[in-house]
């Protein structure tokens, strides 16, 4: 074929919103003027390794959350020695795109090495020089990206299923004060990022009681908290619209906006109810993964309808959420492929395991421009 000398770049052009123009429009632009639409990314996209990815995250987000690079065990794996090379390139990746860019997590139970709450091995340490540790590190990691990332899940998951706090090594060591002195510390660290408090099952009544006296004490205290942080590990099932919109609009009254903070959708049975605790495992069993070739139709069908109407739900809350991240780019990087159930078949989110866009992302894109 003969190609005249304007074809080519047109072309080419046209191969770049490939992913635009199968859509008609991109989630981004269909969410523009409502909230940010995010999307948390591993170590390959950091790297922009693949650029079909690349172009699909930086087409239809305008922000990113990291799926583990800013964990404590991958900054600050051994006392008083920080790695920040993947980070750096997660932060140069979001000011590049210009994409709002968030940081999780400062204060977490899972993921943090053990050393951090011992003096010497198998001894713990005093509550004084925790105190000084994670002073250290939040000051380390926020200073480090002052201005460029705009949000932090200052705290991660620190309730239990019934509300109280969850005696993890901080709260064990540092008392339940521990909540206000790191939200203090990552305000004085950077006094214009939002900071937020993240935990799941936020729909249920007693852990919805748990969040927002948690949110009233930094309140009283006279300490920022800009967002509270569900993060919407979904199911078909689980929770219910109203449970939803009550739980935003609980969230609303206290002032605090809302972000939706690692939205997936499970369409796979569950053993082990609705839980999002990453320390649950279960054992492999065929009658838990029952898709390994391809969703069926009429499930698919359910997967589209559920985000329509979660999004409906956020739509008609934007004074509110300021954002919604989906938590992974297409099915085949979902961590529920290996949660809890390692090596299970995973359809929750919105690009299928070619990276195409499944029914549910138009649906998406209906209900926004509505
Ligand atoms: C998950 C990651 O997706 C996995 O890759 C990792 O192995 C475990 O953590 N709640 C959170 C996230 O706040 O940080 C978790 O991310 C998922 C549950």
């Known amino acids: 074929m003969h190609l005249q000398k304007t074809t080519l770049p047109l072309l080419l052009l046209c191969l770049s919103c490939a992913a635009w123009a199968q859509t008609g429009i991109t989630l981004r632009q269909a969410a523009q003027g409502k909230f940010h639409v995010g999307v948390a990314i591993n170590t390959s996209q950091i790297e922009a390794a693949d650029a079909k990815e690349d ?33 750096d390139r997660y932060v140069d990746y979001g000011t590049k795109h210009h994409l709002y860019t968030v940081g999780h997590t400062l204060v977490w ?104 006296a948690i949110v009233k004490k930094l309140q009283t205290a006279g300490v920022k908290i800009s967002y509270v942080g569900i993060q919407g590990h979904d199911h078909l099932d689980w929770p219910s619209n109203s449970d939803e919109t009550q739980t935003i609009e609980a969230f609303a009254r206290l002032g605090v906006k809302v972000a939706i903070t690692e939205l997936d959708i499970d369409v796979l049975p569950s053993a082990w109810g609705h839980s999002a605790d990453v320390s649950l495992k279960h054992t492999a069993d065929a009658k838990l993964n029952p898709y390994p070739k391809a969703l069926p139709e009429d499930v698919s069908r359910q997967l589209t309808q559920r985000y329509a109407d979660l999004f409906r739900i956020y739509a008609e809350h934007r004074q509110s959420v300021e954002r919604v991240t989906l938590w992974g780019l297409s099915d085949r990087d979902s961590w529920l492929n290996n949660w809890p159930v390692v090596g299970r078949t995973s359809y929750p989110l919105l690009f299928d395991r070619k990276g195409d866009p499944k029914p549910a992302l138009l649906a998406v894109e209906d209900v926004l421009q509505k």
């Not at 995250?57 to 990291?66: E, R």
């Not at 000051?139 to 899940?153: L, N, T």
Request: no cysteine.
């Open 55 to 87: 172009r699909i995250i930086t087409q239809q987000f305008d922000s990113i959350s990291p799926e583990n690079a800013l964990k404590w065990e991958r900054l600050h794996a051994k006392p008083g020695v920080y790695d920040f090379a993947l980070a």
């Open 109 to 212: 139970h899972s993921q943090v090495p053990d050393w951090v709450f011992e003096s010497t091995p198998g001894k713990p340490i005093t509550r004084a020089a925790l105190l000084e540790r994670l002073h250290d590190h939040i000051f380390a990691v926020v200073g480090r990206y002052k201005g460029r990332i705009q949000a932090w899940d200052v705290v991660n998951e620190a309730l239990n299923d019934d509300g109280s706090l969850r005696d993890s090594k901080w709260r064990q060591i540092l008392g339940d004060d521990y909540i206000v002195q790191a939200f203090r510390w990552a305000q004085e660290a950077d006094p214009q990022a939002e900071l937020g408090y993240n935990d799941y099952s936020l729909e249920n009544p007693k852990k919805l009681a748990g969040a927002i």
